[in-house]
């Protein structure tokens, strides 16, 4: 059965399911925010994770056990790779990009030990893998 999941008049994209199918993470873009939401799996009760309307976030993910999201922001320049958990908590900036190259499309290990992203300069696009440091996962 076909059903719509969008409730508002802004361009919702980018939707993943958590591990256990009960949530959606997605990106809203709209007049006043450019920002990563989650959801359950029916996309009720939205809530804003990233809260961030000066900046533009992309392309969200779950991590494998559901508790962090990961995903592009421009918060501090150029689009580059974040982590939030799942209650708005603990943002942190895992890569860093220059003026002219921008991290993006991360998606995450079963064990959480690994993200690959995609690294673009100009218009050249190249694959990157990031081991993850023990201490955040």
Known sequence: ELKQLSQTHENET?????????????????????????A?????????????????????????????????????????????RTDGSEKSQLTRSTSNEEDARVSVSRDGKFLIYNKKYGKTIELRKLELPATIH
């Open 14 to 38: 980018c939707a993943r399911y958590s591990a256990d199918m009960k949530h959606i993470v997605y990106l809203r873009n709209g007049a006043t925010t450019d920002d990563v939401f989650m």
């Open 40 to 84: 359950d799996s029916l996309n009720q009760h939205p809530v804003n994770i990233t809260n961030t309307p000066s900046s533009l976030d992309g392309w969200p993910v779950f991590s494998y056990d559901s508790n962090w999201i990961y995903f592009s922001s421009m918060e501090t320049g150029p689009h580059c790779v974040y982590r939030i």
